[in-house]
Structure formats: structure tokens, C-alpha cells
């Protein structure tokens, strides 16, 4: 396999529970401005894999680097603020305030001191940033209304950009389909292809959606039972033996 320049970079994560191995020694990389997507059935730790990357849980064993730093194990504040950002599978909208409002508070938190964000104008200086994803995301007729108000697959969008709005160079995304009408699903895709060009971060994104995956990612990584199965291009992938009786059963 031809090696590919790493910009994240996962050197033997595990995650034990007891005698369970959520994780099992699981290696990856991913380069700049690549989109890797992770497959496999539930239950194969892909979730587990994301959560101690990003710091919501700590590895048992293993080391992860980004940039070339060594990030094993730091809070998702210390990862957010060195461009990390990540989406989950249940949404982590605000209800009760304006999409334009949502958008700007996920980015508040990265915006200067403290001190700065007290005596900054009400928008923190993010409304034009804020005004940009609204656009892109198409979401300009709904921007003054409740979040609350909308359908979850425009909640959806919402949080998949204010993950964006703090200009992340790597976004990890947690099943952005999961739930979306399908009328929405390839705009999401052509989303995510826009913002890839256009700002040149790098994505790994967790999705059962097979098509999804296929048609986004150059690269795609299988997990089952903690472990990488397979992976490489998705034709590759979707013609591996392994791969298939995983999902299907022998």
C-alpha cells in the first residue's frame, strides 16, 4: 500500500472496559485535506475509536498525533482550540435560540480571552462568519427562527455547522446521516465536497450510509470487533470478502 502523507495520525488505540476491548488496536492516518470515512456493523468500536481521539474518553494503551504533537488523552477544549472539531450522533443544537445564534455561540468559546468576548460587539465579531455558513448551508430562510422550531434534518445541518464555524483543520463526524430525510442526504454530501475544497480541512466520518460513504471518501477504513478489517479505496473495500460476510453474515 502506497504511503500517504498523515496529518492525524493513530498508532495502536485501545479501549478497555474490564475484559472487553471496545478498541483493539486500531492504527490509522489520514492526510491533509483527505476524507476518510469509517464503516462498519454496530457495536465495532467505531464511536469508542472517535471518543478517544477527541478526548471525551482516555485510551487505555496507544498514542495519537496531530500535526505531529502528541494529543493522546488532551480535553476536546485543548483539541478544539488546536482545530479539531467533531459532530455527534445526537444533536447538540440550542433549542431556543436562532440558527444564526447556534452558530455563533459554537464559535464563541475560541474567539480571544475572556476578557475580550465581555467588551466584543454582541456577535463577537462572528456574524459575518456566522452569515457565510448560513449560505453555504443554505439555511438563509430559516436563520432568524428557533432551531427548536425546525425539522431535525435542518437541526441536523445546523450542527454540522457549527462544527465548521470556528474553521477547523480536522473535523471528526459521528453519523451526519443518521436520521436525515433522504432528499437531504446528497446535499449534505455536496456540502461537505464544497467545504473539503474550500477550505481545504480534512474529515473522517463514521456513517452506516454505504452510498454516503462510497461516493464521498477517496479512502474508507472498516472496523469490526475493535479492529480495522479493512481498508483503501471504497471499490476495494466494498469487494472484500471480510468486509462483506461482516454485514451480511457467512
Known amino acids: 500500500m502506497t504511503a500517504r502523507p498523515s496529518f492525524l495520525e493513530v498508532r495502536g488505540v485501545e479501549k478497555h472496559y474490564g475484559a472487553i476491548r471496545a478498541v483493539d488496536g486500531v492504527s490509522l492516518s489520514v492526510g491533509p485535506g ?15 475509536l472517535f471518543n478517544s481521539i477527541l478526548g ?10 496531530f500535526c505531529s504533537e502528541d494529543i493522546t488523552g488532551m480535553s476536546p477544549l485543548e483539541l478544539a482550540r488546536r482545530g479539531i472539531g467533531r459532530t455527534f450522533q445526537t444533536l447538540q443544537v440550542f433549542g431556543k435560540l436562532s440558527v444564526r445564534d447556534n452558530l455563533i455561540v459554537a464559535a464563541q468559546e475560541f474567539k480571544g480571552s475572556l476578557g475580550g468576548r465581555l467588551f466584543a460587539k454582541p456577535d463577537a465579531g462572528l456574524g459575518h462568519r456566522a452569515d457565510e455558513m ?47 430525510n433522504p ?8 456540502l461537505l465536497v464544497e467545504l473539503n475544497r474550500t477550505q481545504g480541512g480534512s474529515f473522517v466520518v463514521i456513517e452506516h450510509n454505504m452510498d454516503f460513504i462510497m461516493r464521498l471518501c477517496p479512502h474508507v477504513i ?27 453474515g457467512n
Do not use: W
Open 222 to 248: 472498516c472496523m469490526v470487533e475493535g479492529k480495522v478489517l479493512a481498508e483503501g479505496p471504497p471499490k476495494d473495500v466494498q469487494a472484500n470478502r471480510q468486509v462483506l460476510e461482516a454485514y451480511l
Open 183 to 190: 432528499s437531504l442526504v446528497d446535499q449534505l454530501r455536496e
Open 56 to 65: 471525551q474518553i482516555r485510551p487505555t494503551a496507544g498514542r495519537v498525533e
Open 134 to 180: 448560513i449560505e453555504l448551508f443554505r439555511l438563509q430562510h430559516v436563520a432568524k427562527l428557533h432551531a427548536g422550531s425546525l425539522s431535525y434534518g435542518q437541526q441536523k445541518l445546523i450542527d454540522i455547522a457549527m462544527a465548521f464555524m470556528a474553521a477547523p483543520r480536522l473535523v471528526l463526524l459521528d453519523e451526519p446521516c443518521a436520521g436525515v
Open 34 to 48: 483527505e476524507i476518510v470515512g469509517v464503516i462498519g456493523p454496530n457495536g465495532s468500536g467505531k464511536t469508542t
